[in-house]
């Protein structure tokens, strides 16, 4: 019995001690809080990053900056603060220029800060009186636009009309070195792919393009018409032009086979009359072949192949 009533007194001893460190603790977490809650000063580094970036002015790299305030704000806030370091966009709307560059006033940074953090932190001191924002002038240039790749049409069929590109130049902006390079705006076009039907599409310009540079438009409309195509045969003379001297001349042979690729719909319009092939006599004399090109064909009919490509010549 002596044994269980000292243990008795040894829990209630430890109890006592329980409740004074329960009561000692709440105590201070109300007293923390209490303090906590109170207005003070410190120290406080704030990042600053830039937005509303305009044509007129590239960017160097993208680093922040810090800087060191003196700010006043409640414990909790300033804590809060000092160990997730917060960051504070600058408009480049409101920045300033001169000889050395672009930048930011002293008061320029305090209003940011004070708008960004409004009845969190009112700033006390600084002692940046200048923040150089990592901008230059851009420089800026007209260029053409053109496609990444051709477009291939499908077996049996073939452009019925010229690529058209809306708009088809553009005005690039960037770093002076850089543009003073750059010659055209490069389309990301489709790869890999053939196509048997109008194309009429939006395309945009390749990554790295819209990486490093900034464009009047990152996308234009590309336009090209197409047709359903067949192969044609046609055995047609050639004729000599541009003699300098009134000779005569043969050739050997005087026809050549031409393979044409022709719309399906105009097949039962095409005759010989319409195509004139030409051989140019050179001026030397010493060739003894001659190349054989078209002088007339109708428009959208294209040349796959002329079977010879040159003829012999003899002069009488």
Same mark, same amino acid.
């Given at each position: ?168 130049? *553009? ?33 945009? *310009? ?44 043969? *050739? ?65």
């Amino acid at each position: 019995m002596a044994l269980l009533s000292g243990l008795a007194k040894h829990i209630g001893s430890l109890t006592q001690l329980r409740l004074i460190f329960i009561f000692f603790l709440f105590s201070f977490v109300v007293w923390l809080s209490s303090v906590m809650s109170e207005t003070h000063t410190a120290s406080v580094e704030i990042q600053f990053d830039f937005s509303d970036e305009t044509f007129e002015m590239y960017r160097t790299n993208n680093e922040t900056k810090a800087t060191e305030f003196i700010v006043s704000g409640t414990g909790f806030r300033l804590l809060s603060a000092r160990v997730i370091k917060p960051t504070v966009f600058l408009s480049m709307l409101d920045a300033q220029m001169d000889g050395d560059g672009i930048y930011f006033t002293q008061q320029d940074l305090i209003s940011a800060v004070e708008s960004r953090f409004r009845n969190v932190f009112r700033v006390n001191q600084l002692s940046l009186k200048r923040l150089d924002a990592p901008f230059i002038q851009s420089a800026s240039k007209r260029v053409p636009v053109r496609l990444d790749h051709d477009l291939l049409p499908a077996d049996g069929y073939a452009w019925s009309s010229d690529i058209q590109i809306v708009p088809d130049s *553009l005005t690039v902006f960037g770093l002076p070195s850089q543009v003073d390079t750059l010659m055209y705006a490069l389309l990301d076009s489709p790869k890999n792919k053939t196509f048997n039907t109008s194309f009429d599409q939006k395309l945009a *310009l390749t990554t790295d393009l819209q990486s490093n540079f900034k464009w009047s438009k990152t996308k234009v409309y590309v336009t090209q018409n197409i047709s359903r195509y067949t192969q044609v045969e046609l055995r047609l003379p050639v004729e000599v032009i541009d003699s300098d001297e009134k000779v005569d001349v043969s *050739l050997i042979p005087a026809f050549v086979l031409v393979n044409l690729s022709v719309p399906i719909e105009r097949v039962r319009q095409i005759e010989p009359s319409q195509f004139v092939l030409v051989s140019r006599l050179p001026s030397d004399r010493t060739a003894e072949y001659i190349e054989v090109n078209f002088e007339k064909i109708p428009e959208g009919i294209m040349v796959k192949d002329i079977t010879p490509k040159q003829v012999r010549y003899f002069l009488d």
